[in-house]
């Protein structure tokens, strides 16, 4: 995926703000029923929040390294134990600036 702007990294930002997480990552850290639900959520929603849960043993970098590339999304941020992801679909529901 190409890298965001800053413009369009605040945009992202100030949408996700308000999304509850829909994938959360444990102590089975992260796995290809993981990275599968990973993938479609971000083509249903384009952008979604990724908790980690306190028995995953990866570092939060780490775990968004390893869904981004593996999924193809960007990291717009990532902030505690959350991670905010991005993947523009086939037919885009967020118009970026």
């Known amino acids: 995926m190409e890298s965001l702007k800053g413009k369009q990294v605040r945009y992202l930002r ?3 703000h308000h999304l ?3 994938v ?3 102590k089975s850290e992260i796995s290809e029923t993981l990275l599968s639900s990973v993938d479609q959520a971000l083509s249903t929603h384009e952008l979604i929040k990724v908790k980690i849960q306190e028995g ?10 390893i869904l981004s ?6 990291v717009v941020q ?3 134990k959350t991670i905010l992801l991005y ?6 529901k967020i118009d970026l600036p």
Request: charged share 25%; hydrophobic share 30%.
């Open 87 to 92: 993947r523009r679909s086939d037919e885009p």
């Open 24 to 26: 959360m990552v444990g």
């Open 56 to 65: 995953c043993d990866l570092t939060r970098q780490e775990v968004a390294e």
């Open 14 to 16: 100030s949408l996700g």
């Open 78 to 80: 990532i902030l505690g």
């Open 69 to 74: 590339s593996r999924c193809g999304a960007a």
């Open 20 to 22: 509850n997480p829909v």
